[in-house]
C-alpha cells in the first residue's frame, strides 16, 4: 500500500502583498502560526527539494531531508502575489524555472538561480508576470508544454483556456479559448464553466486537457479537449 511522510509543518510568513490589489481581501487577525499549503511540486534535477506555494500568496523552497527552516521564500516588494497561490510548475526543459498562478489573476515565471544576462535581479522576485488584459478570475491551474521549454497553459476560472509562448509573443497569450455554454437538461437553465485542472498526454503533446465544472449547478462536465497546432 501507499506510505505518507510529513515533509514539513509549514510556519506563517507575513506577506506585505496579500490583498494589496483588492482582489483578495487582507487577512486581518491571524493568530495562527502554521500556513495552508495549496500546492506542491519537485524539480526533475533536485529529488530532495520541492517547492510548495500557499493560501498567504508565498512560494517556498525546501528541502526534504531539513524540515525546521525554508530554503527560500519567494516574494519581493509589490512584484509578488496578493491571493493564494493555486499552482506551482516546474519547467521540464529549464531546471531553475518555475510557475505560479493564483487567485490574483496572474501568472508568474519564477528562478531559483540567478538568470544570465539579468545581474542585480533579486533572486526572491519574479522574472515576469502574465496577466491577460480583459481577465478578472482567478488562475486555476498552469502546464508546461511537455514538448517545448517556453510554452505554456492556463486555466481561469472564467471557463477560458490560454495558451503562452514566451518565445513569440511574452506579453499575450498566443491562443485564448472561451467557453461554451451548458445547458441544465431540466429548465434550460444556462451555466458558465471553470476551468479547474489542466493535464496533457504524451500521445498529443501539442493539446491541452481541462477539467471543468459547472460554476452555478456545480455539476461536473466532461474535459474538453483543446488543441494548438503549429
Request: glycine share 6%.
Amino acid at each position: 500500500g501507499l506510505e505518507q511522510t510529513t515533509l514539513m509543518q509549514l510556519k506563517r510568513v507575513p506577506n506585505p502583498n496579500l490583498g494589496s490589489n483588492s482582489v483578495y481581501g487582507h487577512k486581518e487577525g491571524i493568530v495562527f502560526r502554521q500556513a495552508s499549503g495549496f500546492c506542491i511540486d519537485f524539480p526533475s534535477n533536485e529529488p530532495s527539494v520541492y517547492l510548495v506555494g500557499t493560501e498567504d500568496g508565498l512560494i517556498h523552497r525546501c528541502s526534504t531531508s531539513y524540515n525546521e527552516q525554508y530554503l527560500e521564500t519567494y516574494t519581493s516588494g509589490t512584484q509578488g502575489h496578493s491571493a493564494p497561490v493555486y499552482k506551482v510548475r516546474c519547467n521540464p526543459f529549464w531546471q531553475n524555472a518555475f510557475l505560479t498562478c493564483s487567485a490574483d489573476w496572474t501568472m508568474k515565471l519564477w528562478s531559483t538561480k540567478p538568470v544570465p544576462g539579468m545581474a542585480g535581479h533579486p533572486l526572491d522576485a519574479p522574472i515576469q508576470s502574465f496577466q491577460s488584459t480583459d481577465l478578472a478570475d482567478a488562475v486555476n491551474d498552469v502546464y508546461w508544454s511537455p514538448s517545448n521549454s517556453t510554452s505554456f497553459a492556463a486555466a481561469m476560472d472564467d471557463g477560458r483556456v490560454e495558451l503562452w509562448d514566451l518565445k513569440k509573443k511574452p506579453l499575450d497569450p498566443v491562443v485564448v479559448h472561451y467557453p461554451r455554454v451548458c445547458k441544465e437538461i431540466a429548465g434550460g437553465h444556462a451555466f458558465a464553466f471553470r476551468r479547474i485542472r489542466l493535464s496533457s498526454s504524451p500521445a498529443m503533446p501539442m493539446a491541452a486537457s481541462t477539467l471543468c465544472e459547472c460554476t452555478t449547478a456545480k455539476s461536473r462536465c466532461s474535459p474538453k479537449r483543446n488543441n494548438r497546432t503549429g
